[in-house]
Nanobody
């Protein structure tokens, strides 16, 4: 299995950028996992943000973040990142990193391992 730890959250103003990181550890091969990011705002269900394939060649984004957020990974460093640009107050949420194997779509049930989350607050 794999343990995931997110970092990089914080308080920013609308229009700012922020980069989240997720480090994977454990007796596993990071490159075997599809990596994803989800978020959960207060009073709302957890929602899909982005997903990246094992090699990094294929990415998928939620419509709400397409063109503003970019997911990447470094298999040598066992990390995945979420670059968030032009942040909006609606992006305020706890952001979770997740890992899954096999066919992994934009659904939380497709992911087997989760980090503890990092808070992102966008406010003026």
């Amino acid at each position: 299995q794999i343990q995931l730890v997110e970092s990089g959250g914080g308080l920013v103003q609308p229009g700012d950028s922020l980069k989240l990181s997720c480090s994977g550890s454990g007796h596993t091969f990071f490159s075997l996992y599809v990596m994803g990011w989800f978020r959960q705002a207060p009073g709302k269900e957890r929602e899909f943000v982005a997903r990246i394939s094992t090699s990094g060649a294929t990415t998928l984004y939620a419509d709400s973040v397409e063109g503003r957020f970019f997911i990447s990974r470094d298999n040598d460093q066992n990390t995945t990142h979420l670059q968030m640009n032009r942040l909006e107050p609606e992006d305020t949420a706890v952001y979770y990193c997740a890992a899954g194997t096999g066919w992994v779509g934009p659904y939380s049930s497709d992911f087997d391992y989760w980090g503890q989350g990092t808070q992102v607050t966008v406010s003026s």
